[in-house]
T-cell receptor
């Protein structure tokens, strides 16, 4: 079974530029998450999708961050314009479903490391 | 709202000694509890989980954790650590209804020779 795929693995941009990250969850996983992990900190939830609907985006900085999951499968996270403090690893994760389905285990991708100069 | 507290940011311990990494959570709803491990330059992987049933759960690599509902804790233990256990350990809580996962700030375990 293929894991959670993310790209690019690394990205370096200047501040005020834009960047996009892509995630393809495990096949059949209805719920998808984007986390931001700043060096030395725990993952911070940015947004949670169930199929193509948003379940929680309360911690997403909506003035600069956006995310979509149009067909309920893969997802894109965009930052525009980027700030220095956005330097972090962006993690995508998925689980089978909600409402008690599955084991509850989050499966993570390897992450996309963003450096903003 | 859910929250997770890992009071110890770093824990140094000698090889073959026991270790306990502490985790406390707060939530107004029923939750699932997890420990994830992140080795240097690697992704997060599940160590163990508590969904229901026995409050003592065993995970990979000899780790175990005990769910204590009255103290809202889920501490991770290992009776004898190895150099290879050096990693960052994250406690996480998930709302049983919405599957919203919140992570703690992590504890860096450094095993010394």
């Amino acid at each position: 079974e293929a894991g959670v795929a993310q790209s690019p693995r690394y990205k370096i941009i200047e501040k005020r530029q834009s960047v996009a990250f892509w995630c393809n969850p495990i096949s059949g996983h209805a719920t998808l998450y984007w986390y931001q992990q700043i060096l030395g900190q725990g993952p911070k939830l940015l947004i949670q999708f169930q199929n193509n609907g948003v379940v929680d985006d309360s911690q997403l900085p909506k003035d600069r961050f956006s995310a979509e999951r149009l067909k309920g499968v893969d997802s894109t996270l965009k930052i525009q314009p980027a700030k220095l403090e956005d330097s972090a690893v962006y993690l995508c994760a998925s689980i089978v479903g909600t409402g008690g389905a599955g084991t509850g285990e989050l499966f993570f991708g390897e992450g996309s490391r963003l450096t903003v100069l | 709202a859910q929250s997770v507290t890992q009071l110890d940011s770093q824990v140094p311990v000698f090889e073959e000694a026991p270790v306990e990494l502490r985790c406390n959570y707060s939530s107004s709803v029923s939750v699932y509890l997890f420990w994830y491990v992140q080795y240097p330059n690697q992704g997060l992987q599940l160590l163990l989980k508590y969904l229901s049933g026995s409050t003592l759960v065993k995970g990979i690599n000899g780790f175990e954790a005990e769910f204590n509902k009255s103290q809202t804790s889920f501490h991770l233990r290992k009776p004898s650590v190895h150099i290879s256990d050096t990693a960052e350990y994250f406690c996480a809580v998930s709302d049983r209804g919405t599957y919203k996962y919140i992570f703690g700030t992590g504890t860096r375990l450094k095993v010394l020779a």
